[in-house]
C-alpha cells in the first residue's frame, strides 16, 4: 500500500481477484475445507479497500466504498456454503454502507446500480428469493432520484434524460410496475422538456433548401404512366447509406467538435431520437440525411398524386396496381386501398396510418422466409420471458443469415423488391 504511488491498489487487487477467482471454481484445486478461509479473505479484502490510498484529501469520502462492490462479487465464485452465516452478515453490511452513502449523493448513481445489482447476486447465490425484484427498484429508485436531483438545479433537458431512463427500465420490467407509473414518468419528463425550452436550453436552427419544382413532378400523361413514374423514384430514391456515410465523415472531418457532441431531437413534450459519442453520432447523422431525402421524396409523391387526380384522372386503383404481383386476395387489397383514398383526399395521416403497417407486413413475411428472426426476446423477470415482433426500427439491424443487416439488403436490393415480396406471397 506505501508503494502505490498512482493509487492503483484498487485496479491491481480487482485483477487478482479475477484471476484467483478463475482458480477457486476448478473442481479439486482448493479442498472444500478451506474454501471459508478464500471467503475470509474476500470479505478483508473489500473492508480493507476502503482505506485505500486517495490522490486528494476531498476524495476520501467518494473513495471510501470505491470498490466494495466489485471485490463482494467475488463471493459468488464460492459454493453458497464457503460463506458463513457471520461473513455474508459482514459482507452485507459493507454494502448497505455504500447504497448509503450514494443515496445521499445522487451523482454517484452508476455505483448505487452496482451495490444494487451486486447484493442482489450474492443474496441469490446464497439462496434467498425475490432478489431481482428488489434490484430493479433499487436502481430504479436511484435513476428518479438522480433526476430529482437535476431537476432541483434547474437543468430540464438532463432531468428528463434521467427520467427517461428510469422509464426505460420500468418498461423493460413491466412485471414490477404499473401503467400508472409509466404514465407519471411520461409526464415528468415531458414537464423537464418543456422547462428546458421555456429556459432557453435549446437554440432554434434553421435551414433552407431549393429544389427545381420539375425535379419533383411525375404527373405524366396517364395514370399508368403517373404511377410507373412515381414507383421508378422511389427505387431510385433509396438512401445511399454509404455515400451518406462518406458525406458525414467529411462534414465532421471540418468541424470536429461537433462529431463529439451528442444530438437530441425533441418533438412537443417529449424526445424522438438521441445518440450520444462518436460512432452513435455518426449513425444518427446518417440517418437524419436519410430520412431528409426520404421526407423530401414524400412531399413530392403526394403532391403528384393530388396533381394527377386532378389533371390525369389518377384512382386509388391505379396506385394499387403496383400490388398485383403479391398475388394479394381482394380483401388484402382493400386496405391499401382505403389508404390510397385517403392519399388522393389529402388525408396524410389517415393515409400513413392504413399503408405503413401492411407494408411493414409484407415486409416482416418476406424477411421470415430469406431465415431473418423478426422477433425480440423480452425479458420479464428472473423466471419468465415473452417473444414480441421487433420494432420496425430494431428490425432494420437484424441480420441476415450472411451478415449483411436488413438495412444494407433492403438498400442493395431496392429495385428487386416486388419480385421478392411475389415470391413469398405465393409460395
Known amino acids: 500500500m506505501g508503494n502505490d504511488r498512482h493509487f492503483f491498489a484498487g485496479v491491481y487487487t480487482e485483477h487478482t481477484l479475477l484471476r484467483v477467482g478463475q482458480l477457486l471454481s476448478r473442481p479439486g484445486l482448493v479442498l472444500p475445507g478451506d474454501l471459508p478461509s478464500w471467503a475470509e479473505w474476500i470479505v478483508r479484502l473489500a473492508e480493507d479497500s476502503r482505506v485505500f490510498p486517495v490522490e486528494r484529501a476531498d476524495m476520501v469520502a467518494q473513495q471510501l466504498h470505491r470498490w466494495v462492490a466489485d471485490f463482494l462479487r467475488h463471493l459468488t465464485v464460492l459454493p453458497p456454503d464457503a460463506t458463513p452465516h457471520a461473513l455474508r452478515t459482514r459482507a452485507l453490511t459493507l454494502l448497505a454502507d455504500a ?99 421555456q429556459g432557453g436550453e435549446f437554440k432554434g436552427l434553421s435551414f433552407s433548401i431549393e429544389i427545381p419544382k ?142 405503413v403497417p401492411r407494408i411493414e407486413d409484407a415486409l416482416r413475411q418476406h424477411l421470415n422466409a430469406i431465415g431473418v428472426d423478426t422477433t425480440d426476446y423480452v425479458r420479464l423477470g428472473e423466471t419468465t420471458s415473452r417473444t414480441d415482433d421487433a420494432t420496425l426500427g430494431s428490425l432494420l439491424y437484424k441480420k441476415l443469415p450472411d451478415g449483411r443487416t436488413v438495412r444494407n439488403y433492403l438498400a442493395a436490393t431496392a429495385g428487386t423488391t416486388w419480385t421478392r415480396f411475389s415470391t413469398v406471397r405465393r409460395a
Open 214 to 355: 420539375e425535379l419533383m413532378d411525375y404527373v405524366r400523361e396517364t395514370p399508368e404512366a403517373t404511377v410507373a413514374a412515381i414507383v421508378a423514384e422511389a427505387v431510385h430514391s433509396v438512401p445511399n447509406r454509404e455515400r451518406l456515410r462518406a458525406d458525414v465523415l467529411k462534414a465532421n472531418a471540418q468541424a470536429p467538435l461537433h462529431a463529439l457532441i451528442g444530438r437530441t431531437v425533441v418533438a412537443p413534450g417529449k424526445v424522438v431520437g438521441e445518440s450520444g459519442g462518436p460512432e452513435g453520432n455518426l449513425e444518427f447523422d446518417v440517418e437524419f440525411r436519410a430520412m431528409l431525402q426520404t421526407q423530401v421524396l414524400g412531399i413530392a409523391v403526394a403532391e403528384a398524386v393530388q396533381k394527377a387526380a386532378g389533371q390525369v384522372g389518377l384512382t386509388p386503383d391505379h396506385l394499387v396496381a403496383p400490388l398485383a404481383p403479391l398475388g394479394l386476395d381482394e380483401g388484402s387489397t382493400e386496405l391499401p386501398r382505403r389508404g390510397c383514398e385517403r392519399l388522393v383526399a389529402g388525408d396524410f395521416v389517415s393515409a400513413t396510418h392504413i399503408l
Open 99 to 197: 447504497a448509503a452513502y450514494y443515496q445521499a449523493t445522487p451523482l454517484n448513481d452508476n455505483f448505487e446500480h452496482l451495490v444494487a445489482e451486486v447484493e442482489a447476486e450474492l443474496r441469490k447465490h446464497w439462496g434467498e428469493t425475490g432478489t431481482h425484484e428488489r434490484m430493479i427498484r433499487k436502481q430504479f429508485e436511484a435513476t428518479v432520484r438522480r433526476a430529482e436531483f437535476h431537476k432541483s438545479t434547474g437543468n430540464g433537458l438532463v432531468t428528463a434524460t434521467f427520467y427517461r431512463q428510469a422509464r426505460a427500465l420500468v418498461e423493460q420490467q413491466r412485471q414490477y410496475f404499473t401503467n400508472d407509473d409509466i404514465a407519471r414518468l411520461q409526464r415528468l419528463e415531458q414537464e423537464a422538456l418543456d422547462r428546458s425550452i
